[in-house]
T-cell receptor
């Protein structure tokens, strides 16, 4: 099956710093990648959709200047949380969608737990 | 805004019992998916239902899509402790966007 990895799996940072999270599709080319946020004991909320080589489309209420998304290649998307604050602490999950027989399926990464002190 | 209401949000039952989780919306979805998520991990797709009235079975799990494609249910027969987890339904909007329900946290006690 298609594999999506995320790095790092956990990160702790100080308030005011920026954190970059990587999402990679390991064995397929991801034409589209999605970034979700999940608070404890809650569901996944879509933050943005990114297509390779173009600007990300952000969901309503998500600050594009705070959550910078780059999808520079067909196997890598990055989410940078800029000037992080404690309220940005959350579980961030990416998913990737590619081509081929499973083109309509999103494959999820294992998530990155961000803690901002 | 398309919303999916999942119920119950929490369910704790004994091993061997049956259970049903519901996913309801006022909106029509092109398809609906069910995921299972373990703590600290990403969701894993269990099934996709596409046609109104469709029923799919995955061992002891039975998934049904409503005739009007607005609701779905997940029925587990003879639940086992290994079924414990967070179950999420997600409606597919347009070509690719997923709208998730709040999730059902299921605990099966030995």
């Amino acid at each position: 099956g298609a594999v999506v990895s995320q790095h790092p799996s956990r990160v702790i940072c100080k308030s005011g710093t920026s954190v970059k999270i990587e999402c990679r599709s390991l064995d397929f080319q991801a034409t589209t990648m999605f970034w979700y946020r999940q608070f404890p004991k809650q569901s996944l909320m879509l933050m943005a959709t990114s297509n390779e080589g173009s600007k990300a489309t952000y969901e309503q209420g998500v600050e594009k200047d705070k959550f910078l998304i780059n999808h520079a290649s067909l196997t890598l998307s990055t989410l940078t949380v800029t000037s992080a604050h404690p309220e940005d602490s959350s579980f961030y999950i990416c998913s990737a969608k590619g081509q081929g027989p499973s083109y309509n399926e999103q494959f999820f990464g294992p998530g990155t737990r961000l803690t901002v002190l | 805004t398309q919303l999916l209401e999942q119920s119950p949000q929490f369910l704790s039952i004994q091993e061997g019992e049956n259970l049903t989780v519901y996913c309801n919306s006022s909106s029509v979805f092109s398809s609906l998916q069910w995921y299972r998520q373990e703590p600290g991990e990403g969701p894993v797709l269990l099934v996709t239902v596409v046609t109104g009235g469709e029923v799919k079975k995955l061992k002891r799990l039975t998934f049904q899509f409503g005739d009007a494609r607005k609701d779905s249910s997940l029925h587990i027969t003879a639940a086992q402790p290994g079924d414990t987890g967070l179950y999420l339904c997600a409606g597919v909007v347009g070509a690719q966007k997923l709208v998730f329900g709040q999730g059902t946290r299921l605990t099966i006690n030995p």
